[in-house]
């Protein structure tokens, strides 16, 4: 099997978010399973390492390669590498990115029969590959190359979908063709996500119930009619996470390395040293909640920031750390001034602090009011930090509540996106910290539980070998 892997970032190539990691992993795991892969993205101004030109005469295309010799073949364009972002700068989004993708997306079908790599599934990622599967079908499909070729598309957010205004710089026959019809209208602007939905053999996202919940109003953003009408043709497949990056084990980037074993003592030792890294107290009796993530309204900061007082009331301590939207920065800023002793926020990307709030935290924060898969909770439970999540995507997927099911339980989750369940769940959780049979038991199903690349790779095989078969 053949599977052509189409994503605007790969990590460790590119990276502005989840989708490079996903992107840089998932086609490592799937080549392990005996799966062909090759990958192709734009080449940005800010690539580095070994690249080389693909040596293929009139095409603008290099490579490189990631995990084991797996070739990355890059399209080339003044578009991608004049400019040192991917998709934007200060300003704002690129003007032209529905060309620079468009142009992108037309040159990896047009790359695949000049390389000679005919796969049996083209695997799109997110809007910026949106345009692949319509191109493949009102362009390509008529050559004998590729007849056969399905495509799968992976929706990551559905908030981010590709709307532009209509495309008047577009060339008239290519509008016509393309963009004057139903399949890219949405409000009298131009949704390449819309159009990759309507038009590829099958659809998926990242998490088991955000496939449902996507078929609702609530989290549609919109698109909730075009994607009931595909239902049959949508299923949700849980992300993983590296193991090989995130294990406590072999983490240089944390205090003192710890497995399953020794974690209730390691993870003191780890505790006490972000206590000290982010100047709170060293209290051994008073749990310590991480938040790790965007600074953002998705990812709960409007309830956190609204729980405050409810939250510095509790026998607790807080720490925050992320980037974000800048109009959070303040408030944040002065809660920590105004409680020193309980609140400590870092507002930098860190890539070493959130490995030691991983290892260090008791419980990690994460009230998401949407999380289409989520990774922070899956990376905690990896750490022995427990996480306390509302119930929605892949955090419904993944958090197994203590009230729901004693036994397996892994975490804390709250049903009910309002300051009252929120804090409620947050004082239950402080007080199972202080049962030393309960928490234990809650940090070693955390640890026990296998969120791998391995196990969703053989989920997108059976996707795969399904999808042939139709």
Same mark, same amino acid.
């Given at each position: 099997?053949?599977?052509?892997?189409?994503?605007?970032?790969?990590?460790? $190539?590119?990276?502005?978010?989840?989708?490079?990691?996903?992107?840089?992993?998932?086609?490592?795991? +799937?080549?392990? +399973?005996?799966?062909?892969?090759?990958? %192709?993205?734009?080449?940005?101004?800010?690539?580095?390492?070994?690249?080389?030109?693909?040596?293929?005469?009139?095409?603008?295309?290099?490579?490189?390669?990631?995990?084991?010799?797996?070739?990355?073949?890059?399209?080339?364009?003044?578009? %991608?590498?004049?400019?040192?972002?991917? #998709?934007?700068?200060? @300003?704002?989004?690129?003007?032209?990115?529905? !060309?620079?993708?468009? #142009?992108?997306?037309?040159?990896?079908?047009?790359?695949?029969?000049? /390389?000679?790599?005919?796969?049996?599934?083209?695997?799109?990622?997110?809007?910026?590959?949106?345009?692949?599967?319509?191109?493949?079908?009102? +362009?390509?499909?008529?050559?004998?190359?590729?007849?056969?070729?399905?495509? $799968?598309?992976?929706?990551?957010?559905?908030?981010?979908?590709?709307?532009?205004?209509?495309?008047?710089?577009?060339?008239?026959?290519?509008?016509?063709? %393309? %963009?004057?019809?139903?399949?890219?209208?949405?409000?009298?602007?131009?949704?390449?996500? !819309?159009?990759?939905?309507?038009?590829?053999?099958?659809?998926?996202?990242?998490?088991?119930?955000?496939?449902?919940? /996507?078929?609702?109003?609530?989290?549609?953003?919109?698109?909730?009619?075009?994607?009931?009408?595909?239902?049959?043709?949508?299923?949700?497949?849980?992300?993983?996470?590296? #193991?090989?990056?995130?294990?406590?084990?072999?983490?240089?980037?944390?205090?003192?390395?710890?497995?399953? @074993?020794?974690?209730?003592?390691?993870?003191?030792?780890?505790?006490?040293?972000?206590?000290?890294?982010?100047?709170?107290?060293?209290?051994?009796?008073?749990?310590?909640?991480?938040?790790?993530?965007?600074?953002?309204?998705?990812?709960?900061?409007?309830?956190?920031?609204?729980?405050?007082?409810?939250? $510095?009331?509790?026998?607790?301590?807080?720490?925050?750390?992320?980037?974000?939207?800048?109009?959070?920065?303040?408030?944040?800023?002065?809660?920590?001034?105004?409680?020193?002793? @309980?609140?400590?926020?870092?507002?930098?990307?860190?890539?070493?602090?959130?490995?030691?709030?991983?290892?260090?935290?008791?419980?990690?924060?994460?009230?998401?009011?949407?999380?289409?898969?989520?990774?922070?909770?899956?990376?905690?439970?990896?750490?022995?930090?427990?996480?306390?999540?509302?119930?929605?995507?892949?955090?419904?997927?993944?958090?197994?509540?203590?009230?729901?099911?004693?036994? !397996?339980?892994?975490?804390?989750?709250?049903?009910?996106?309002?300051?009252?369940?929120?804090?409620?769940?947050?004082?239950?959780?402080?007080?199972?910290?202080?049962?030393?049979?309960?928490?234990?038991?809650?940090?070693?199903?955390?640890?026990?539980?296998?969120?791998?690349?391995?196990?969703?790779?053989?989920?997108?095989?059976?996707?795969?070998?399904?999808?042939?078969?139709?």
């Amino acid at each position: 099997m053949k599977i052509a892997f189409c994503a605007s970032e790969i990590f460790p $190539l590119a990276k502005t978010g989840g989708l490079a990691d996903v992107a840089g992993a998932l086609p490592i795991a +799937l080549s392990e +399973l005996g799966i062909e892969v090759a990958l %192709f993205m734009p080449r940005y101004q800010s690539l580095e390492g070994d690249i080389q030109s693909a040596g293929i005469s009139g095409l603008n295309l290099s490579k490189t390669t990631i995990g084991r010799n797996l070739n990355v073949y890059l399209i080339e364009h003044r578009s %991608f590498s004049s400019r040192a972002g991917l #998709y934007g700068n200060e @300003k704002g989004d690129y003007k032209d990115n529905f !060309k620079r993708f468009g #142009y992108y997306s037309y040159q990896t079908l047009n790359v695949l029969e000049k /390389i000679g790599f005919q796969p049996d599934i083209i695997h799109c990622h997110d809007w910026h590959t949106a345009l692949i599967p319509v191109i493949l079908k009102r +362009l390509f499909r008529q050559k004998k190359f590729y007849t056969h070729i399905k495509t $799968l598309f992976t929706i990551h957010n559905l908030a981010y979908q590709g709307l532009f205004e209509q495309a008047q710089d577009v060339n008239a026959q290519v509008k016509k063709k %393309f %963009f004057d019809n139903h399949e890219f209208e949405f409000y009298h602007k131009v949704n390449f996500l !819309k159009a990759a939905i309507i038009n590829s053999d099958y659809i998926s996202t990242v998490s088991p119930a955000y496939a449902k919940e /996507i078929l609702r109003y609530e989290y549609g953003c919109g698109l909730e009619g075009v994607l009931y009408n595909r239902k049959d043709h949508l299923t949700g497949i849980l992300n993983g996470i590296d #193991y090989q990056v995130w294990n406590p084990k072999t983490d240089t980037m944390i205090s003192v390395p710890y497995s399953a @074993k020794d974690v209730l003592e390691k993870k003191t030792v780890n505790k006490e040293f972000l206590q000290r890294e982010v100047k709170l107290p060293l209290n051994k009796k008073v749990p310590l909640f991480g938040f790790v993530g965007r600074i953002s309204h998705q990812k709960g900061i409007d309830l956190i920031l609204e729980s405050f007082p409810e939250l $510095l009331k509790l026998n607790a301590q807080w720490v925050i750390q992320g980037i974000g939207n800048e109009h959070y920065y303040k408030p944040l800023k002065e809660w920590a001034k105004k409680y020193p002793d @309980k609140v400590a926020v870092r507002l930098a990307f860190d890539e070493h602090l959130a490995h030691e709030i991983y290892a260090g935290a008791d419980m990690l924060l994460m009230p998401s009011n949407y999380e289409p898969c989520g990774l922070s909770q899956m990376i905690s439970m990896r750490y022995g930090t427990v996480p306390v999540v509302f119930k929605t995507g892949g955090l419904a997927d993944t958090v197994i509540d203590i009230e729901h099911n004693s036994s !397996k339980a892994n975490g804390f989750m709250f049903s009910s996106y309002n300051k009252k369940d929120f804090v409620n769940t947050l004082e239950f959780a402080i007080k199972s910290y202080q049962q030393k049979k309960v928490f234990p038991k809650l940090i070693k199903n955390g640890m026990n539980c296998n969120f791998s690349w391995k196990e969703s790779a053989k989920r997108y095989q059976e996707l795969y070998q399904c999808l042939l078969s139709e």
